[in-house]
């Protein structure tokens, strides 16, 4: 049973940073991608970051030279550095795990909260 659990959320001011860390546990065998998503009250879930086998990442637009993503391939663990943060990233972050052996699955982390106040 693979399990993702995300730690290091919380409440900082505008301009604060943050450091997100997933954890992953169980058999993982063939990773594809290893990201980010977030959601905000009343809207969609969307893509943060995501990092990719092989070294690509992608981010959104909205965090582009301001967020960072990285991998620990020995843990199978995934973060991102949140850095000069604005209101607007308040939302809830998810930790998403797409693997590709046995067969393609897509875990998805709890939740955690960040709460950027202005």
């Known amino acids: 049973q693979v399990q993702l659990v995300e730690s290091g959320g919380g409440l900082v001011q505008a301009g604060g940073s943050l450091r997100l860390s997933c954890a992953t546990s169980g058999q993982i065998f063939s990773i594809n991608s290893m990201g980010w998503y977030r959601q905000a009250p009343g809207k969609q879930r969307e893509l943060v970051a995501i990092g990719i086998s092989g070294g690509k990442t992608n981010y959104a637009e909205s965090v582009k030279g301001r967020f960072t993503i990285s991998r620990d391939n020995a843990k199978n663990a995934v973060y991102l550095q949140m850095n000069s943060l604005k209101p607007e990233d308040t939302a809830v972050y998810y930790c998403?795990?797409?693997?590709?052996?046995?067969?393609?699955?897509?875990?998805w982390g709890q939740g955690i909260q960040v709460t950027v106040s202005s």
């Open positions: 998403n795990l797409v693997v590709s052996l046995p067969r393609w699955r897509n875990y």
